[in-house]
């Protein structure tokens, strides 16, 4: 995990909280006094042995970092808090501790308690900043800037489209987020996922195991079918990939030479130690940072899809800082995306300005298109070509070679006739946010 001097930086305290160590021991309690409340429930525990062991986990103290160390024996943190919980519950009832279960169970059924909470945080920032991306496409529909490709100018597009563009992208995010949110689903096998040490009560138990602590009940046990686990790593990988490429857009349009969007502002934010002219995109800074760690995690995960027969070697061992850490950060990524957003200043007169420092090369498809059926389409091409190439107002140039009039260059040339189906897929886009609210 993100550790106390850089996690900060990249990931909200509330994302620290829910992927952190007490997050982690708070989920693998719930689920082992679940598990005998659900066995009570059928019979297969005494009813006062379940209270005992329910009691226990909600009051016994346990400190991670020894819980850890003890752990190393057995490879993994539950046989030691199953150890402990026996000593925290009368004599009676420590036989009955971790009935039918294997640590697997106990922890896989964690990691989805601890991604379930994560997840709520991360798909209301998701939800936040395509509300904040909505804003910008509507109030913004018509404010003309200069398109870019392969970060060169292209032709004219609105402030609004670019908007509309981050909007459907973390719609499709959130999307994705929560689908995998709904395939989080509780373990319970036991030794090979067959469940024999509860008998004919296994499947009803595994049900009620999953009902209590509001997860799915999966179709069997899925201790080496790691493909939720899979996508909900994807899911994430791409909610950060989406968030980082809406900050990293900010950071360009920041630059001086471009100057036509700013991140908000707040005292020291952005700032540089020793050069105080400075306003540095330090958002986009901190999320490209996390989106770079979190992608980096997403393999790691996908690598633990491949598990040997019905409990795999080191594949599912690998699978818990990986899966910690890449939710904090996807979520970090997310939020300060969203910041970002929320708080943009977009500049308005300069996007205009740079479209008429353009001198109509913006306009150059537009133009040589129109003269196509004049000239041919490889002489048209050449003729703007040589137009922008000498330096002049394109409109100017190829007025002066007696190409274009008057009435077609206040035609050919306004960027606001060049704008196709800008409107349209503006209120596509208004029209999916609408509706996936």
Known sequence: MPGELFGPILVTDALL?????????????????????????????????????????????????????????????????????????????????????????????????????????????????????????????????????????????????????????????????????????????????????LGDQGPAVAALFAHKLGLAEAVLPWHTARQRVARLACALGTAAGTASKVAWDVALLMQAEVGEATEPAAPGRGGSSTMPHKRNPVGAAVVGAACRQAQALVPVLLQAVVAEHERAVGAWQAEWGSLSELLALAGGAVARTRETVAGLEVHAPVMASNLERSRGAVMAERVSLALAPRLGREEAAAAVARAIASGRDLGDELGAEGLVGEDERAQWLDPRSYLGATGTWIDRALEAWGERR
């Open 17 to 197: 909280d829910a992927t952190g160590d007490r997050a982690w021991l708070q989920a693998l309690l719930e689920a082992e006094a679940a598990l005998a409340d659900a066995e009570a429930e059928v019979g297969v525990v005494p009813p006062e042995a379940a209270r005992a062991i329910g009691a226990a986990c909600r009051e016994v103290s346990l400190d991670a970092g020894q819980l850890g160390r003890a752990a190393r024996a057995g490879g993994n943190p539950v046989i030691p808090l199953a150890a402990a919980l026996r000593r925290a519950v009368p004599d009676g009832a420590r036989p009955w501790v971790h009935w039918g279960a294997t640590s697997q169970d106990i922890l896989d059924t964690a990691a989805m308690l601890v991604s379930k909470r994560a997840l709520a945080l991360i798909e209301a920032d998701l939800a936040g900043l395509a509300r904040e991306c909505a804003n910008l496409a509507h109030a913004h529909r018509h404010t003309l800037m200069v398109g870019r490709t392969l970060l060169q100018p292209a032709v004219p597009i609105t402030f609004g489209l670019k908007a509309a563009g981050w909007l459907v992208a973390t719609l499709d995010a959130r999307r994705d987020l929560v689908h995998a949110a709904g395939e989080l689903a509780a373990q319970l096998g036991g030794a090979a996922g067959t469940l024999a040490s």
